[in-house]
């Protein structure tokens, strides 16, 4: 998956979808749009002293969450799992770790692996 086919995929059609499985690329690439948007709008707002523009974040945190449940559910773990990264210091680490984990194989409770269909595929 491609950084344009994460993004898409991430803001349209999976906006809200907290069920199924998504694979690293699709994490990390959305991930990354993730940060760039909150760099450029995070630096608009400092640059022009307006607090309230943080609110344009917003439609990035839907998404953003959702990514990271259906990463989760890859792995073959609970979307919930997620609530690790609030333990101070060691939780967000872990959280991290924990995303970087390879696919399970095969089908689990979450769904059948987008791993094995990206393979029949191509």
Same mark, same amino acid.
């Given at each position: 998956?491609?950084?344009?086919?994460?993004?898409?995929?991430?803001?349209?059609?999976?906006?809200?979808?907290?069920?199924?499985?998504?694979?690293?690329?699709?994490?990390?690439?959305?991930?990354?749009?993730?940060? #760039?948007?909150?760099?450029? /709008?995070?630096? !608009?707002?400092?640059?022009?002293? $307006?607090?309230? =523009?943080?609110?344009?974040? *917003?439609?990035?945190?839907?998404?953003?969450?959702?990514?990271?449940?259906?990463?989760?559910?890859?792995?073959?773990?609970? #979307?919930?799992?997620?609530? /690790?990264?609030? !333990?101070?210091?060691?939780?967000? $680490?872990?959280? =991290?770790?924990?995303?970087? *984990?390879?696919?399970?194989?095969?089908?689990?409770?979450?769904?059948?692996?987008?791993?094995?269909?990206?393979?029949?595929? #191509?």
């Amino acid at each position: 998956m491609s950084f344009t086919d994460a993004a898409r995929t991430c803001l349209t059609f999976k906006f809200a979808t907290f069920s199924g499985r998504a694979r690293r690329a699709e994490y990390w690439w959305f991930s990354l749009v993730y940060v #760039g948007a909150v760099a450029v /709008i995070g630096g !608009i707002g400092l640059a022009l002293e $307006v607090s309230w =523009l943080a609110v344009l974040l *917003v439609p990035f945190l839907v998404p953003m969450l959702s990514v990271s449940v259906r990463r989760l559910h890859d792995t073959g773990k609970s #979307g919930w799992s997620m609530l /690790i990264a609030l !333990i101070p210091v060691i939780g967000p $680490v872990l959280y =991290l770790l924990g995303m970087t *984990v390879d696919s399970a194989a095969g089908p689990n409770r979450y769904g059948p692996s987008p791993k094995a269909a990206d393979r029949s595929a #191509g």
